[in-house]
């Protein structure tokens, strides 16, 4: 079918069942203006139509949560008159048909859902996700991504100080860049996007609208890209453009409206545009909004009122302001250079539905009249046909995986080994002085503090994880497994965990087995936090990461947030020094399933290692109390990815210091990624034992610190010189 | 007595909140000056903080020379007045001639983020007032533009007069003579690439910044007690 005949609903990316549900909704054929603006707020990237009724399975609620998921941001008590706001996102797509804006703008949207909430934001992380750099392609996506963050994020002035990276085959054609915020906030500011009180003024601040965005969130976002390379190109108009200096003079008039107490309510401007910001505020407050599509101002004469209402142009808020406060709003956007238009009113509820309404000119024509809660809250829900995939019968994949040599062992941990130092030194990481921990480590450990925000002597701990080798092999039991390293990385910073956010990276949910796996990775999830009482506290889903027809492995990522009581300079890092011993914390375990030492031999090794909670928690406890003991450890890492035999090799190039390590009886335990262990290296051993047994951890002895050389006897020789090259030129050797 | 220090904000600026903590650890008071206000308020030392002012457009510091408040930097700075500019502040003094060379892009044409080591190599400016000669530092620093570019004619003059006051041991960006600090002839202007209130607690790993803050104030308080006599 070519495109003059196909059907407007089907170009905007709506079925046709949606198409006569949206029929339904207004009791009436819609105009093409309303079926554009229900077309993006029934998306799957604004609606979660396919995983609304999974996610209502998460835990998400506790003592400390101020604001749980379905605002702008997850808002956390932290004592002391403080919150913390967080939210985790993907730019998928938009990033892989142009890495740098697509990376760039991901940034800009989550730190308007941050100071959204009046929360300053403090942290980004970004989590990546590529193909193998032998790809010149993955290459260029790689570096343009970095590129886009370090231009946007440091010239915004919010550090980066985490994330991950991670290159694997299946990204090859849809990689994935998540992006995550941290914001701090007294308790009291706390601001909700709310519409309210018939008569207030709706005013649009910041940039003024372009034709750039249209359809990012369905036809860019919420669909597959084709097979062959350069495929998603066509979309380019798609992918929104993004100017920090702009967001920079936005956040900072913002927060000032909002310390002011001159806002109603604050919406940012992010998917689906003004109709997204504008329904979800009507439909919040219960109320109407009547916006003049003629008062947007705009980059480019000649766009239809549905390219207006559509638009991703960024760096833009929407403002429900009373008519009394308009001039000192004014003021204060004059003085950042913030461009603030009236473009709208607040009306009543007609019948008890608010309605939005699009005119053509103050009192001039309705161009469209929708209830606010059918395009925000009323999207179809499905449960997609799911079904788990074929697994390999037993006998051609017998779990075992062959050993090998000690030279040979050493040579597969020296191909894992990549020094992010070349991504992270691109990002400013230590802006505003608060980055204790920086990237690099088990978790980034910061200063409770932001401008305007003085530090009170507390901390933050986060850390984002995926594995998608581990989720492909076992969504639910991986994403537990994630719950646990996320936890585990947090309390190695210090940080008892108070929250979580996920980003839920999947295929085609039309597919049934990626529709089973979206299953079961939300049952994991919920699962690992309900068990450790971790509250989740927003996610995202994103869907359709799929390239002719082949689906990514499931990839969810898990950010946990912890909280430090007190903070000192010399918190124990991943590192060695010479003459100390080496402990194991936490149960010895030899599982291969899933692991980077099957995988290498081509086998599955088994099933996943399970997660035990009540172990896993004791663990979390002892860690934290050793943390904050001063001249107890001198170094640790967590055991996940790689097993013993990575964790031990980071900690020994980190510090520049070998070790002797014994006592382990073969490969399975050297390379078990089972979850619940970490290395320390202690000066202190007895008493980190009598901690250890008092906590009711076992613990066991691994050996001792010096050297050149990281040697287990018998099964792993690894010679840090050359180590430390690979390690160093990993990704120079490809980037630079 | 406590000195005061005013920190110049662009739109764009973004380290002002950290040179005001780090100086305010030190005793020092800063206060925020904003670019259109051409009134430095009595302040007996001027910082020009980090950032992207006017979001670097056309290139850094060539819109931040026109603000109102370059005015005045310029007569406090031509009155003897404690003048120092980090980072983009380095990059606003150079465009507005009050230092001399240029930053360009660095080498690597890529951001660069990380602790470096520094020489002193030059005593007695209003940032090395409290350093030894050949003190070396560790300090970071944060930047895209920070290739220290001056003709070589130049360059030699300003070795000669003792201008460079801060040398790269490891130079990260390039720049000639691996030249991370310059001040003018009187020595009460400086620029530098690197951060020193990123050190200045002991929480961000190092305090080698301090030493830097603590000449600044020092200078400003000796500027606030010849006022005084005068």
Same mark, same amino acid.
């Given at each position: 079918?070519?495109?003059?005949?196909?059907?407007?609903?089907?170009?905007?990316?709506?079925?046709?069942?949606?198409?006569?549900?949206?029929?339904?909704?207004?009791?009436?054929?819609?105009?093409?203006?309303?079926?554009?603006?229900?077309?993006?707020?029934?998306?799957?990237?604004?609606?979660?139509?396919?995983?609304?009724?999974?996610?209502?399975?998460?835990?998400?609620?506790?003592?400390?949560?101020?604001?749980?998921?379905?605002?702008?941001?997850?808002?956390?008590?932290?004592?002391?008159?403080?919150?913390?706001?967080?939210?985790?996102?993907?730019?998928?797509?938009?990033?892989?048909?142009?890495?740098?804006?697509?990376?760039?703008?991901?940034?800009?949207?989550?730190?308007?859902?941050?100071?959204?909430?009046?929360?300053?934001?403090?942290?980004?992380?970004?989590?990546?996700?590529?193909?193998?750099?032998?790809?010149?392609?993955?290459?260029?996506?790689?570096?343009?991504?970095?590129?886009?963050?370090?231009?946007?994020?440091?010239?915004?002035?919010?550090?980066?100080?985490?994330?991950?990276?991670?290159?694997?085959?299946?990204?090859?054609?849809?990689?994935?860049?998540?992006?995550?915020?941290?914001?701090?906030?007294?308790?009291?500011?706390?601001?909700?996007?709310?519409?309210?009180?018939?008569?207030?003024?709706?005013?649009?601040?910041?940039?003024?609208?372009?034709?750039?965005?249209?359809?990012?969130?369905?036809?860019?976002?919420?669909?597959?890209?084709?097979?062959?390379?350069?495929?998603?190109?066509?979309?380019?108009?798609?992918?929104?453009?993004?100017?920090?200096?702009?967001?920079?003079?936005?956040?900072?008039?913002?927060?000032?409206?909002?310390?002011?107490?001159?806002?109603?309510?604050?919406?940012?401007?992010?998917?689906?545009?003004?109709?997204?910001?504008?329904?979800?505020?009507?439909?919040?407050?219960?109320?109407?909004?009547?916006?003049?599509?003629?008062?947007?101002?705009?980059?480019?004469?000649?766009?239809?009122?549905?390219?207006?209402?559509?638009?991703?142009?960024?760096?833009?808020?929407?403002?429900?302001?009373?008519?009394?406060?308009?001039?000192?709003?004014?003021?204060?956007?004059?003085?950042?250079?913030?461009?603030?238009?009236?473009?709208?009113?607040?009306?009543?509820?007609?019948?008890?539905?608010?309605?939005?309404?699009?005119?053509?000119?103050?009192?001039?024509?309705?161009?469209?009249?929708?209830?606010?809660?059918?395009?925000?809250?009323?999207?179809?829900?499905?449960?997609?046909?799911?079904?788990?995939?074929?697994?390999?019968?037993?006998?051609?994949?017998?779990?075992?995986?062959?050993?090998?040599?000690?030279?040979?062992?050493?040579?597969?941990?020296?191909?894992?080994?990549?020094?992010?130092?070349?991504?992270?030194?691109?990002?400013?990481?230590?802006?505003?002085?608060?980055?204790?921990?920086?990237?690099?480590?088990?978790?980034?450990?910061?200063?409770?503090?932001?401008?305007?925000?003085?530090?009170?002597?507390?901390?933050?701990?986060?850390?984002?994880?995926?594995?998608?080798?581990?989720?492909?092999?076992?969504?639910?039991?991986?994403?537990?497994?994630?719950?646990?390293?996320?936890?585990?990385?947090?309390?190695?910073?210090?940080?008892?965990?108070?929250?979580?956010?996920?980003?839920?990276?999947?295929?085609?949910?039309?597919?049934?087995?990626?529709?089973?796996?979206?299953?079961?990775?939300?049952?994991?999830?919920?699962?690992?936090?309900?068990?450790?009482?971790?509250?989740?506290?927003?996610?995202?889903?994103?869907?359709?990461?799929?390239?002719?027809?082949?689906?990514?492995?499931?990839?969810?990522?898990?950010?946990?947030?912890?909280?430090?009581?007190?903070?000192?300079?010399?918190?124990?890092?991943?590192?060695?020094?010479?003459?100390?011993?080496?402990?194991?914390?936490?149960?010895?375990?030899?599982?291969?399933?899933?692991?980077?030492?099957?995988?290498?031999?081509?086998?599955?090794?088994?099933?996943?290692?399970?997660?035990?909670?009540?172990?896993?928690?004791?663990?979390?406890?002892?860690?934290?109390?050793?943390?904050?003991?001063?001249?107890?450890?001198?170094?640790?890492?967590?055991?996940?990815?790689?097993?013993?035999?990575?964790?031990?090799?980071?900690?020994?190039?980190?510090?520049?210091?070998?070790?002797?390590?014994?006592?382990?009886?073969?490969?399975?335990?050297?390379?078990?990624?089972?979850?619940?262990?970490?290395?320390?290296?202690?000066?202190?051993?007895?008493?980190?034992?009598?901690?250890?047994?008092?906590?009711?951890?076992?613990?066991?002895?691994?050996?001792?610190?010096?050297?050149?050389?990281?040697?287990?006897?018998?099964?792993?020789?690894?010679?840090?010189?050359?180590?430390?090259?690979?390690?160093?030129?990993?990704?120079?050797?490809?980037?630079? | 007595?406590?000195?005061?220090?005013?920190?110049?904000?662009?739109?764009?600026?973004?380290?002002?909140?950290?040179?005001?903590?780090?100086?305010?650890?030190?005793?020092?008071?800063?206060?925020?000056?904003?670019?259109?206000?051409?009134?430095?308020? &009595?302040?007996?030392? !001027? +910082?020009?903080?980090?950032? @992207?002012?006017?979001?670097?457009?056309?290139? $850094?510091?060539? /819109?931040? #020379?026109?603000?109102?408040?370059?005015?005045?930097?310029?007569?406090?700075?031509?009155?003897?007045?404690?003048?120092?500019?980090?980072?983009?502040?380095?990059?606003?003094?150079?465009?507005?001639?009050?230092?001399?060379?240029?930053?360009?892009?660095?080498?690597?044409?890529?951001?660069?983020?990380?602790?470096?080591?520094?020489?002193?190599?030059?005593?007695?400016?209003?940032?090395?007032?409290?350093?030894?000669? &050949?003190?070396?530092? !560790? +300090?970071?620093?944060?930047? @895209?533009?920070?290739?220290?570019?001056?003709? $070589?004619?130049? /360059?030699? #003059?300003?070795?000669?007069?003792?201008?460079?006051?801060?040398?790269?041991?490891?130079?990260?960006?390039?720049?000639?003579?691996?030249?991370?600090?310059?001040?003018?002839?009187?020595?009460?202007?400086?620029?530098?690439?690197?951060?020193?209130?990123?050190?200045?607690?002991?929480?961000?790993?190092?305090?080698?910044?301090?030493?830097?803050?603590?000449?600044?104030?020092?200078?400003?308080?000796?500027?606030?007690?010849?006022?005084?006599?005068?």
């Amino acid at each position: 079918m070519s495109s003059d005949t196909l059907p407007l609903h089907r170009a905007l990316g709506l079925t046709d069942d949606e198409a006569q549900a949206v029929e339904g909704a207004l009791g009436r054929p819609p105009n093409p203006l309303e079926l554009a603006m229900f077309s993006v707020m029934w998306s799957e990237h604004c609606s979660y139509k396919s995983s609304r009724l999974h996610l209502r399975r998460l835990p998400t609620s506790g003592p400390a949560v101020l604001v749980g998921p379905g605002e702008n941001a997850g808002v956390v008590d932290v004592g002391d008159g403080l919150a913390v706001a967080v939210r985790i996102e993907s730019h998928n797509h938009p990033s892989a048909v142009e890495p740098t804006q697509g990376a760039a703008t991901g940034i800009g949207g989550i730190l308007r859902d941050v100071f959204t909430m009046g929360a300053r934001p403090l942290a980004l992380l970004d989590p990546i996700y590529v193909g193998p750099l032998e790809d010149p392609r993955s290459r260029w996506h790689l570096d343009g991504i970095v590129r886009g963050i370090s231009a946007y994020g440091n010239a915004v002035g919010v550090p980066t100080v985490g994330g991950e990276l991670v290159s694997a085959p299946g990204y090859a054609r849809n990689l994935l860049v998540n992006v995550m915020c941290i914001g701090v906030l007294p308790t009291e500011r706390l601001a909700l996007a709310r519409a309210e009180g018939p008569g207030n003024l709706v005013v649009l601040l910041g940039a003024a609208t372009g034709r750039d965005g249209i359809g990012g969130v369905s036809v860019l976002a919420s669909a597959g890209f084709a097979a062959e390379p350069g495929a998603g190109d066509e979309k380019r108009p798609s992918v929104q453009v993004g100017d920090p200096y702009e967001e920079k003079r936005l956040m900072e008039a913002c927060l000032e409206l909002l310390e002011r107490r001159l806002l109603v309510a604050l919406c940012d401007l992010g998917g689906a545009g003004l109709t997204c910001a504008a329904s979800e505020t009507a439909a919040r407050g219960g109320v109407g909004i009547d916006l003049d599509v003629r008062a947007v101002p705009r980059r480019e004469p000649g766009m239809t009122p549905a390219e207006v209402m559509t638009s991703e142009s960024q760096e833009r808020m929407l403002a429900v302001v009373e008519p009394a406060r308009l001039a000192d709003l004014q003021e204060v956007c004059d003085r950042w250079e913030v461009r603030a238009s009236v473009i709208g009113r607040v009306t009543p509820p007609v019948e008890g539905r608010g309605r939005l309404r699009v005119l053509d000119g103050p009192g001039g024509a309705v161009l469209a009249d929708v209830p606010a809660a059918a395009l925000a809250d009323e999207a179809p829900c499905y449960r997609r046909p799911a079904r788990p995939p074929a697994r390999p019968r037993p006998e051609d994949d017998p779990g075992e995986v062959p050993a090998l040599d000690p030279g040979a062992a050493a040579a597969l941990v020296a191909s894992w080994l990549a020094d992010p130092a070349w991504a992270y030194q691109q990002y400013d990481h230590q802006l505003l002085g608060n980055t204790v921990v920086g990237p690099g480590g088990d978790a980034a450990v910061l200063r409770l503090a932001a401008p305007g925000v003085p530090w009170r002597g507390k901390g933050l701990a986060v850390s984002a994880d995926g594995n998608p080798r581990w989720c492909a092999h076992d969504p639910r039991v991986g994403t537990t497994l994630l719950v646990a390293e996320a936890t585990l990385n947090v309390a190695c910073g210090g940080g008892r965990p108070i929250c979580l956010v996920n980003c839920l990276n999947l295929g085609n949910p039309e597919h049934p087995e990626v529709a089973w796996q979206l299953e079961q990775v939300v049952d994991g999830l919920a699962e690992a936090c309900r068990a450790l009482d971790l509250p989740v506290v927003g996610g995202n889903v994103s869907l359709y990461n799929e390239a002719g027809g082949q689906d990514i492995d499931p990839t969810p990522v898990v950010a946990v947030l912890g909280l430090l009581d007190r903070l000192r300079p010399d918190l124990p890092r991943v590192r060695l020094v010479p003459g100390a011993r080496l402990l194991l914390l936490g149960r010895p375990r030899d599982e291969l399933g899933g692991s980077r030492f099957a995988q290498a031999a081509g086998r599955s090794g088994g099933p996943l290692p399970a997660f035990d909670p009540v172990a896993h928690r004791r663990l979390l406890d002892l860690l934290v109390s050793l943390v904050h003991e001063p001249g107890l450890l001198d170094g640790l890492h967590d055991v996940a990815d790689g097993g013993l035999a990575l964790a031990l090799a980071e900690l020994a190039l980190a510090g520049g210091v070998g070790a002797v390590v014994r006592g382990l009886p073969d490969q399975r335990a050297l390379f078990s990624e089972a979850p619940s262990r970490v290395v320390v290296c202690t000066r202190e051993p007895a008493a980190v034992r009598a901690a250890a047994e008092a906590a009711g951890v076992p613990v066991s002895d691994l050996g001792e610190t010096g050297g050149d050389r990281l040697l287990v006897p018998g099964l792993l020789d690894l010679d840090l010189e050359s180590a430390h090259r690979a390690w160093r030129g990993a990704l120079p050797r490809w980037l630079d | 007595m406590t000195a005061r220090v005013g920190v110049v904000v662009f739109p764009g600026t973004n380290c002002e909140h950290d040179v005001a903590e780090a100086l305010g650890r030190l005793g020092g008071e800063a206060r925020m000056l904003w670019h259109q206000d051409p009134d430095l308020h &009595g302040v007996d030392a !001027v +910082v020009l903080p980090g950032g @992207f002012a006017h979001g670097d457009y056309l290139r $850094p510091g060539a /819109l931040a #020379r026109f603000s109102p408040v370059m005015g005045a930097v310029a007569d406090f700075a031509a009155a003897g007045g404690p003048v120092v500019g980090i980072c983009n502040g380095f990059q606003v003094l150079t465009e507005a001639g009050l230092l001399p060379g240029a930053l360009g892009v660095n080498r690597s044409l890529r951001f660069v983020c990380r602790p470096v080591r520094l020489r002193v190599e030059r005593t007695g400016t209003v940032l090395t007032g409290q350093a030894e000669a &050949g003190q070396e530092l !560790v +300090v970071p620093v944060n930047h @895209f533009s920070g290739a220290y570019r001056v003709d $070589p004619a130049t /360059l030699e #003059r300003l070795e000669a007069a003792g201008q460079v006051v801060l040398r790269y041991l490891e130079n990260p960006n390039g720049s000639q003579g691996d030249v991370a600090g310059v001040c003018n002839e009187a020595g009460n202007v400086v620029g530098l690439m690197p951060h020193p209130e990123r050190a200045s607690d002991p929480l961000q790993g190092g305090t080698d910044g301090q030493v830097l803050l603590r000449s600044l104030l020092a200078a400003a308080l000796d500027r606030s007690a010849s006022g005084a006599r005068r």
